[in-house]
């Protein structure tokens, strides 16, 4: 039976998942996650990154990336043992928007591994920079208003490429790097993404970049799936040759190099496009159907739909990006999460099943009671100044009202500033901490009029990696559905809307809307 290998490079492990599938069969064979910090503590970071003196300046090391990579390959190849030559395909997911610059002589470095020597020895010389800036830099604001002057402004740039300018997309940070190092940026022969690099580093050449992460750049004309030359010209010159092409999710970019084989006894399998770690999450969390969205329920939460034409965010808070399955995803997030809930509970004195029964006990609607929850700053919709807004006479004092109140806008905030996404949502797939409670899930259900499924997925980039790799090798275009929902370990009964209150969250919503958008017009929120 194949086994098909999902690797993932996160922001704090490096990650991979083995699936087996034939036929009807199909399992999860195995599952590993190598935290960087305690398994190369040499490199010296912190959760997996290095914080600048300024704290906006925050990069990684692509050469522990590769070392990270050599090794899970060796310890994927310890468990597999006899197995190992059943290995058939495999696919990745980086972090989105980390770059990684390597100088010309990386062609031929790539060329020659040799088996002999570990990866990250022979890999050490080819870096024209020997950090990589990662998705949590917040260092180029000049560098996002330049380009976005440039081409005509940020829903312009949105419209173009799939979200506004943001400080940690490709496009700003090499746009930096070449005013504050032009030798550095002379010296760079090729700029990958961290997935496309990893491609590389497996296929012993430049691996292409993918539509799903590149359209975490603000390089790429999102509706065509090409370089954006309006874009490369604004971000710095001669960027163009510097970039490999873009290829759709699904393509097979080589084959296993044998670096692999004569290392590790691997066989010479076939390696999927890396992707984004969002693009590869939204596989693993089973959204491989439209009209199907996922809702993640973190420290912030995150709405995930797929789409199978272009829309875009005309507020340009939220982004596109490229969905593996073909067409496009939104990514909508909202920092408010599990912080926001936190914060009710603890100044409530309860405890989550406390949170649960107040939400029971008090009536969907909460008759007529909102609540803006801004405990911190917002990213949908961007609010810079933090705040609580009550209305309706919410009283602060009202412990129950409180928690339905916010519980009811983070869902309300949710359906209201993920519409734009088509089409609209006809079922969801919900994950992360808070997923355990259905009674959240439940105004989740109302909200949203859509029924909600609990997807239990530890590390859903991961397992959207493996399931690429048999997609992608076995060019099973049309069979996603056929095992995803599997994987995902699809949890628990369905939770259904109930007839009555979706009615009362339909008028409920437009209230909310109202009360929001007099709050930012008022400038209250920044
Ligand atoms: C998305 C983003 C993060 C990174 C790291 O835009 O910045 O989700 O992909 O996970």
């Not at 100088?103 to 870096?127: C, H, M, N, P, Y």
């Not at 030359?229 to 084959?255: F, H, M, N, Q, Y």
């Not at 290392?263 to 439209?290: K, M």
């Not at 961007?382 to 602060?396: E, F, K, S």
């Amino acid at each position: 039976m194949p086994i098909y290998l999902g690797l993932d490079c996160g922001t704090q492990s490096f990650n991979a998942i083995a699936i087996e599938v034939e036929d009807a069969e199909r399992s999860i064979r195995l599952q590993l996650s190598l935290p960087f910090d305690e398994t190369w503590p040499q490199y010296g970071t912190r959760n997996g990154v290095f914080i600048g003196d300024d704290p906006r300046v925050v990069s990684s090391s692509p050469l522990m990336w590769a070392e990270a990579l050599d090794g899970i390959m060796e310890r994927v190849a310890r468990a597999l043992g006899p197995d190992l030559p059943r290995v058939a395909a495999i696919s990745g997911s980086g972090q989105q928007h980390g770059s990684v610059y390597l100088k010309a002589s990386a062609t031929g470095v790539l060329a020659g591994l040799d088996g002999r020597r570990a990866l990250a020895e022979q890999v050490a010389g080819i870096f024209s920079r020997q950090r990589s800036p990662v998705w949590m830099d917040s260092s180029t604001t000049a560098e996002c208003a330049e380009v976005a002057e440039a081409l005509g402004g940020r829903i312009a740039v949105a419209e173009l490429t799939g979200s506004r300018m943001f400080e940690r997309f490709t496009g700003p940070q090499i746009r930096r790097f070449f005013k504050t190092d032009p030798e550095g940026f002379a010296r760079t022969d090729r700029i990958h993404l961290v997935s496309s690099y990893l491609a590389s580093l497996l296929i012993g050449g430049h691996a292409p970049i993918d539509r799903g992460d590149g359209a975490g750049m603000n390089l790429m004309d999102i509706a065509r799936g090409e370089w954006a030359e309006a874009a490369l010209d604004a971000t710095a010159p001669g960027l163009r040759a510097k970039l490999a092409p873009i290829v759709a999710s699904d393509t097979v970019v080589g084959r296993l190099a044998p670096y692999w084989r004569e290392r590790y006894g691997f066989p010479p399998a076939a390696v999927v496009a890396w992707t984004g770690d969002n693009p590869s999450s939204l596989v693993g969390l089973g959204v491989v159907t439209p009209g199907t969205t996922a809702i993640s329920l973190g420290t912030s939460d995150t709405v995930f739909t797929l789409m199978p034409t272009l829309a875009v965010d005309p507020s340009g808070a939220a982004h596109v990006f490229g969905s593996p399955t073909g067409g496009f995803m939104s990514l909508v997030c909202f920092r408010n999460g599990s912080l926001a809930r936190e914060r009710v509970r603890d100044a409530y004195g309860l405890d989550w099943d406390g949170f649960s029964a107040a939400l029971r006990s008090t009536p969907p609607g909460n008759e007529g009671r909102i609540m803006l929850p801004w405990f911190e700053p917002e990213i949908t919709p961007l609010v810079l100044v933090p705040g609580v807004h009550r209305y309706a006479g919410l009283d602060p004092a009202d412990g129950p009202a409180n928690v339905r109140a916010v519980v009811e806008a983070q869902m309300l905030a949710m359906s209201l500033h993920s519409a734009w996404a088509t089409p609209a949502v006809a079922k969801i797939h919900a994950t992360g901490g808070a997923a355990k409670n259905t009674a959240l899930l439940q105004v989740m259900a109302d909200v949203f009029g859509a029924p909600v499924h609990r997807i239990v997925a530890a590390n859903s980039a991961c397992l959207g990696a493996a399931l690429r790799a048999f997609e992608g090798a076995e060019g099973g275009v049309g069979r996603w559905g056929y095992f995803t929902a599997e994987f995902a370990e699809v949890r628990g009964e369905e939770i259904r809307p109930e007839g009555a209150s979706v009615g009362v969250y339909a008028r409920m919503r437009e209230q909310y809307a109202e009360y929001e958008a007099a709050v930012l017009r008022a400038g209250d929120g920044g």
